[in-house]
């Protein structure tokens, strides 16, 4: 089992509903238009106006984008309900995310396109359980516990093993865990050590990655077709995505936050695969 550290965790600034007409806006530079706006939660270091050139996330999207001439902006936001509110309800030009469980109809206004593949585990809370969670391959073996899931997240798998889940955003996921209202969660390896190390620093020790075969999942950004721009500078970024994996820009940026790693390039190659 391995203690999870790290730095610095996102802050969030929240501004009142009554200075927009059409929803709850918060960002740095809310009296500012803003052309090529892409949205997402504030976590650090994947995504965040904290973390610099934004994080690991938006950096690609960034130098993917400048490889065919288009500049974009981010803006983050503290719930996911607000970041679909953006590029379902209004015509924001892209959003970041890993979650995503919009309805049919919603998609049919989204063009996907996977970015990244993340690594993830499963954490739990040492005094809840002294002698760990009993868990290998099979969720099953966790029945009767309670996992601690995020907005959007498909819970299908727990559900069906007589898993309760309770919903929440990273945060207070982590207070949840450490309230034993929770036995365990999942989070990004590089965002839940930032997040503990800033924010729980007192309980890094008690906060413990299960040993086991670590998760994947896919970071991807969804170019919103109501967006008059969305459709041409999702194609200019498809290419450009290319075209910086095929240089090592892509992996350079990759490293930059994570130092290199044995899972790299098989990452790299199947995100490849997905694009194809």
Aim: proline residues 4%; contains cysteine.
């Amino acid at each position: 089992m391995k203690n999870l550290f790290i730095k610095s965790a996102a802050l969030t600034l929240a501004i009142s509903t009554s200075l927009f007409a059409s929803g709850p806006r918060v960002t740095t530079n809310v009296f500012q238009p803003l052309d090529n706006e892409i949205v997402s939660l504030d976590i650090e270091p994947l995504y965040s106006n904290n973390t610099p050139s934004g994080g690991m996330i938006f950096e690609i999207v960034k130098t993917a984008l400048d490889t065919e001439g288009e500049k974009v902006t981010l803006t983050t936001y503290p719930v996911k309900k607000m970041i679909n509110y953006y590029i379902t309800q209004e015509n924001t030009l892209a959003a970041l995310g890993i979650n995503w469980n919009l309805s049919k109809n919603s998609n049919k206004s989204i063009i996907s396109i996977p970015v990244a593949l993340i690594r993830e585990n499963y954490i739990y809370y040492k005094p809840s359980h002294p002698n760990g969670i009993p868990y290998s391959e099979n969720i099953s073996t966790l029945k009767g516990m309670t996992y601690g899931a995020h907005s959007g997240e498909n819970v299908e798998k727990y559900n069906k093993s007589d898993i309760k889940v309770v919903r929440a955003e990273s945060r207070f996921l982590f207070k949840k865990l450490i309230s034993k209202k929770v036995d365990f969660i999942k989070e990004p390896v590089l965002s839940a050590s930032f997040m503990i190390n800033s924010s729980f620093a007192s309980n890094k020790d008690n906060l413990v990655l299960i040993d086991s075969k670590p998760q994947k999942s896919i970071c991807s950004i969804l170019f919103n077709l109501k967006n008059k721009n969305g459709k041409e500078i999702s194609k200019k970024f498809r290419k450009g995505l290319l075209h910086i994996i095929k240089n090592g820009k892509y992996q350079n940026i990759i490293e930059k936050y994570q130092g290199k790693t044995n899972y790299t390039s098989q990452y790299i190659e199947e995100l490849k695969s997905l694009l194809k």
